[in-house]
């Protein structure tokens, strides 16, 4: 049986490598791939299901046209091909390419999506998106303070005596990380976890700190507070290495544990003693999670949190360090420099970014000259993913003409008029990085696309040549039509680096050239003075916020304006958190329509502290009714003691479907820097629902 090296290209931590046994054109078993030293346990229960997914009678398997009637039937590719060329050059002429919007998010990682700007580039340009869903405001916080997003390699982590899960729940979202973990704790490590939720990742914690959503900036204020006061400033790298220490310490002077504990609602002995293990235990890692950074204070607060590094010199060690995303394998793309995600215009005038992905609906809905009249969806579900369900519903219900590409008929699917079946990981090659781990993979064609279903890149090259693109434009950007053609173009792209080849990928992960396994171990840290910054002058211009990390309320919040609303008053219509967090078993939008999967989650529903919930005669599995001014859920409650008093909870990634989806209730807004989404920022009311 043949056996092929492939890797999970999912929006996923692990970006699993894998082993793929392929018989007669079935994939029959799926292993882990040991060259990945970073997952060698293998896939998860996703990883497995592939074997479902890949053939599911849900599957699109050709395009599809939406009737009169809301139905959907099959079409030629040929048909759908035209129907698509009539309205773009029909709109392209009568109002300029830029009433064309191209959305694609987050679904597969891989070289070849790079084909869609190309093809719209060739078209004239669009309008695009800026910004991002996931994980801006800890990027630029960490641009911004460290000069770049490296870090030590995963397996690292289990050289540190003190681990500080901080907002992040790696025993759902980044399952492979665990194993590092327990390494270190066997070795006598304290780890630390800070969560509203008491997560699977909590339950092993050895310390375990409950706050208020949003709050941890003033948390890390006052832990450094108490490290200085117990003289665990690491002096000499605060001299060589760290600019802005004095102002810092003159900072947080007043910012006392139990200022810190009033704001954040937890134990001042616990903000005193995350402080004391920082001051006394070396080496120390924070890995942070991108959940607590979509509030609008978030940017804000991850740099309180890099300073903790900074101030007890944890950065450039074994064991030390900080762990977000580590873009060491972003060699090809502009990730790694989060500048790039932000000019709102492109100086070649061709692309024009002008929305923002945090407030899509409202912006799609806001354009004026020319307005959006059609849009192009691939890899992405913004009517369940985006913040504010019901404007983004608004906005592609306004639209002429929605062409969605995907596997699956998504809620946003179903809201085109034309859905073009999209290709799995196995049936096109292409290459991958991703954002915990170093390596580069190969995610390897190992059978052919069923049905009717063509790559994007054949998609996109079929359309250029109905609207007259001329052949030697199409080959030097968009690759293809055959295997053959693809993989040199994905060679020429591996050779511009020394040891990168596809003969290397297939037989495993390849770390990049350069690679650091210890990040910033030279103490070079690439910011403009060449230190640690505490103090940004460019936090301040690019984003006019303090040049130092401080901490202020996020907007939405019990104790601050909510939409000119008074809050935290008795009166208060909306008094609870609604989180939406990650969940083991989906990636987002992803899986959660299998049966495999449904088997072990099969509907979504809203947990609730017991207090909160006597308080409103809810029960154990009352049906209740979740909602704000935005919108609305219905589904059964939940009791659930280890969530903080205050808060709720619905994992994300519901299909409307399925029961609603949790962005009925989230705001449309960008986080203080780097243009993320603050969907986090969300006040709401539970009710038993009649
Ligand atoms: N309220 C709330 N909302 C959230 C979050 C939250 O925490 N709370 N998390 C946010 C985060 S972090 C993220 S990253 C986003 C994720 O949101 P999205 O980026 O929209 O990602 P997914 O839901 O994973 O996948 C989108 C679609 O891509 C399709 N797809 C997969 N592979 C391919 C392919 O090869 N080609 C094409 N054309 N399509 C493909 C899938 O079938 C799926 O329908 O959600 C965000 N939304
Ligand atoms: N199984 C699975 N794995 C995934 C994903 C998935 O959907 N499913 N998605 C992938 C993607 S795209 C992403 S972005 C990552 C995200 O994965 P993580 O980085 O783990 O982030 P989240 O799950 O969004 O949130 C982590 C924790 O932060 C907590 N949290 C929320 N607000 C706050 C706060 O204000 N303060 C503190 N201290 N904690 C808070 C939540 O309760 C949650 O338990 O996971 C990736 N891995
Ligand atoms: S979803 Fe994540 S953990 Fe699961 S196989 Fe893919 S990369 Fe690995
Ligand atoms: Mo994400």
Not at 432 to 461: D, M, N, S
Request: proline share 8%; hydrophobic share 40%; net charge negative.
């Amino acid at each position: 049986m043949p056996v092929y090296t492939t890797a999970c290209p999912r929006n996923c931590y692990s970006t699993c490598g894998m082993r793929v046994h392929v018989e007669d054109g079935e994939i029959r078993r799926i292993e882990p791939h040991t060259g990945n030293r970073a997952t060698p346990e293998g896939v998860c229960l996703k990883g497995l299901s592939y074997v479902e997914r890949v053939r599911s009678p849900d599957r699109i398997l050709e395009p599809l046209r939406r009737t009169a009637t809301g139905s959907y039937t099959s079409i030629e590719w040929s048909e759908a091909l035209d129907l698509i060329a009539t309205h773009l050059l029909r709109i392209r002429a009568e109002s300029g390419p830029q009433s064309i919007l191209y959305y694609a998010a987050s679904g597969t990682k891989g070289l070849l999506n790079g084909a869609g700007a190309e093809f719209w580039r060739l078209f004239g340009g669009c309008t695009t998106t800026y910004g991002d869903l996931c994980w801006p405001a800890g990027l630029e916080a960490t641009r911004l303070t460290l000069g770049d997003n490296r870090n030590n390699a995963p397996w690292d982590i289990a050289n540190a005596r003190l681990i500080v899960l901080w907002g992040k729940n790696p025993a759902e979202t980044n399952i492979h990380q665990m194993p590092f973990v327990q390494q270190a704790r066997e070795a006598g490590a304290t780890v630390v976890v800070i969560d509203p939720r008491r997560t699977e990742t909590a339950e092993s914690a050895d310390l375990w700190l409950r706050p208020r959503p949003g709050t941890d900036g003033a948390i890390a204020l006052a832990a450094a507070n108490e490290i200085i006061r117990l003289g665990g400033v690491d002096d000499q790298f605060v001299r060589d290495h760290v600019l802005g220490y004095d102002e810092f310490e003159a900072r947080v002077a007043s910012l006392s544990p139990a200022w810190a504990a009033e704001i954040a609602e937890i134990p001042e002995v616990q903000v005193r003693e995350l402080g004391r293990l920082l001051a006394e235990v070396r080496p120390a890692t924070i890995s942070a999670g991108f959940g607590m950074q979509r509030y609008t204070n978030s940017g804000q607060t991850m740099r309180a949190i890099l300073a903790l590094l900074a101030v007890t010199g944890n950065l450039g060690r074994p064991g030390a360090g900080w762990v977000y995303a580590n873009l060491q394998s972003a060699i090809f793309d502009e990730v790694k420099d989060p500048l790039a995600f932000f000019p709102p215009e492109r100086p070649d005038g061709v692309m024009r970014v002008s929305i923002s992905t945090a407030r899509l609906g409202h912006d799609m809905l806001a354009q004026r000259d020319p307005p959006l009249r059609m849009a192009w969806v691939e890899r992405g579900n913004p009517v369940t993913q985006n913040p504010e369900t019901n404007r983004v519903l608004e906005a592609f219900r306004a639209l002429e003409f929605r062409v969605v590409v995907d596997q699956f008929l998504t809620d946003t699917a179903r809201e085109a008029d034309l859905v073009l079946p999209a290709k799995s990981m196995f049936e096109q090659t292409d290459v991958i990085g991703a954002y915990w781990h170093p390596y580069l993979q190969l995610r390897q064609k190992v059978i052919e696309p069923p049905g009717a279903v063509k790559p994007e890149t054949e998609i996109y090259r079929l359309l250029a040549e109905r609207l007259g693109i001329p052949d030697e434009a199409i080959a030097n950007r968009i690759p293809g039509p055959t295997d053959e053609e693809v993989e040199a173009f994905l060679e020429e792209r591996l050779a511009r680096f020394d040891g990168l080849s596809l003969e290397r990928l297939r037989e495993g992960p390849v770390l990049p050239p350069d690679h650091e396994e210890v990040a910033f171990a030279d103490l070079r840290f690439p910011t403009p003075s060449g230190r640690v910054e505490l103090r940004s002058e460019e936090a301040q211009r690019r984003w006019g916020i303090d040049p130092l990390p401080l901490y202020h309320e996020s907007l939405e919040s019990t104790r601050g304006e909510h939409a000119g609303r008074r809050v935290g008053a008795p009166d208060d219509p909306y008094p609870l958190y609604l989180m939406t967090p990650n969940t083991k078993n989906r990636i987002h939008s992803q899986f959660g329509n299998l049966r495999m999967i449904r088997r072990l989650d099969p509907a979504p529903a809203v947990h609730i502290h017991p207090d909160d919930a006597e308080r409103r005669g809810i029960a154990d599995g009352t049906p209740v009714r979740v909602y704000n001014d935005r919108g609305e859920l219905r589904l059964p409650a939940r009791l659930d003691p280890g969530l903080k008093s205050g808060c709720v909870s619905v994992t994300n990634g519901w299909w409307i479907s399925d029961g609603g989806t949790v962005n009925f209730c989230s705001a449309g807004r960008e986080t203080d820097i780097g243009f993320g989404a603050a969907f986090h920022d969300n006040l709401v009311e539970v009710e038993p629902s009649v």
